[in-house]
């Protein structure tokens, strides 16, 4: 903890001053990450191909809006995670986590109902030992791109989806091509907890808890206590629960990133900012109500006490619930900080536009989607008013310009009271 002390005589970037680039940030990633995940595509070819003619797994539409108005709970790895303990055990609705939380919820007593799997790299080893989820109910959500010994072990039912990036031809023309058997198709905006969000609400859950989704570093930790099986120095065969291992983290690594100050004072990285625009951008999309029982960065959604809400059921927290209005009105606002801004379609679709000076990029732009678009809709202009969103940008803008100017900046917890 030596070094988190040391640091705090030093001044801090604010979250409004990291504006990372998607567009760069999405470039890296793709040259990264894209020849592992054409690849991996090929060699699961054959696996997810059987498993779907045989009825052994499915697409996700088979999930499409069936758990509408139950209550679910998004884990990702942040400090608060820890908040729940024990308490995890006593929650009847769905859970949905990663691989990295998984072990530790099984470690509690309460596996997760599905683990949702986006990164390539990806190892089945992460959830060891296998056995252990055989006769469970949870569900494995994942794509063809992914490690194929992953893919195989896993004894339990399996989702597919098909990932999705528009600036590549891979996913938006091979990927379709080869796995027309999966017409679910996702954007995964570079981050886990967005992806459970998204899948939370495509399956109709609603409300949606945040347990540990910090993208900061309450208390000066920088993850959750993870909890995993050890079979080291098992002589015997292991009882059900035990022997298990923990790692605690706590060490901020201030030699790769900058650390930054939350609007509402919670430390950060400028990666996890990014990822936190990732989230706010998925929720932004299907507008679910969202209760925040997390202790980061994340202002922008109504609290809740993390074990009232496990003690309720998720159950008597309508008063908390913003409208639909006061929802886009506080993320648009949020995004606009970020140089990100929404573009409005008549059937409540929505696509994201970064730029610096949406006043004068913006409006050009939308005029030639439209005409691209009048090519195939001759009505194409009851889809896309330009006019009526750039009203709607240039008032954001001039609220943006306002709020970056104050000091300290406005907590958008503030915000979520009043019309």
């Not at 995004?335 to 409006?363: C, R, W």
Request: hydrophobic share 35%; net charge neutral.
């Amino acid at each position: 903890m030596s070094d988190i002390k040391a640091e705090e005589s030093k001044p801090y970037y604010s979250e409004m001053n990291t504006r990372q680039s998607v567009g760069d940030y999405n470039k890296n990633t793709r040259n990264l990450m894209q020849p592992i995940e054409v690849r991996y595509s090929y060699f699961n070819h054959k696996i997810v191909w059987d498993e779907i003619l045989n009825h052994k797994s499915f697409d996700m539409s088979v999930e499409h809006q069936k758990h509408k108005g139950e209550p679910a709970i998004v884990v990702s790895s942040g400090p608060s995670f820890d908040d729940a303990g024990e308490l995890y055990r006593n929650w009847k609705g769905a859970i949905f986590a990663s691989t990295s939380q998984a072990t530790t919820l099984d470690y509690y007593g309460r596996k997760p109902d599905y683990i949702v799997a986006i990164d390539a790299r990806t190892k089945i080893h992460e959830l060891d030992p296998i056995w252990r989820w055989k006769r469970s109910k949870t569900t494995l959500c994942l794509h063809p791109c992914i490690d194929p010994n992953f893919h195989k072990p896993w004894p339990g039912r399996k989702l597919y989806f098909r990932a999705i990036e528009p600036s590549s031809i891979f996913f938006t023309q091979l990927l379709p091509a080869a796995y027309d058997c999966l017409p679910t198709q996702m954007y995964l905006f570079a981050c886990t907890p967005a992806a459970q969000l998204s899948l939370a609400s495509f399956m109709g859950y609603n409300p949606i808890f945040l347990y540990g989704c910090d993208f900061g570093f309450p208390r000066n930790q920088s993850r959750f206590t993870r909890h995993w099986w050890s079979t080291k120095n098992i002589k015997v065969w292991p009882k059900l629960h035990g022997p298990w291992g923990a790692d605690a983290s706590d060490h901020l690594d201030h030699r790769r990133h900058q650390l930054i100050h939350g609007v509402n004072g919670v430390p950060s990285y400028d990666l996890h900012v990014y990822y936190k625009r990732s989230f706010l951008c998925v929720s932004r999309i299907d507008l679910p109500d969202i209760i925040d029982c997390s202790a980061g960065i994340l202002d922008e959604f109504p609290k809740a006490d993390p074990k009232e809400v496990i003690e309720k059921q998720g159950k008597g927290f309508e008063h908390l619930f913003l409208t639909r209005e006061k929802k886009i009105d506080i993320l648009d606002k949020y995004l606009a900080t970020q140089n990100t801004y929404t573009v409005e379609f008549a059937n409540n679709a929505i696509k994201y536009v970064e730029t610096t000076d949406p006043t004068n990029n913006l409006e050009g732009y939308m005029n030639m989607m439209l005409q691209a678009m009048k090519q195939d809709d001759p009505k194409a202009e009851e889809q896309l008013n330009v006019q009526k969103n750039m009203v709607r940008i240039r008032e954001i803008k001039a609220w943006r310009d306002a709020y970056l100017l104050q000091q300290p900046p406005q907590r958008f917890a503030s915000m979520l009271t009043g019309s």
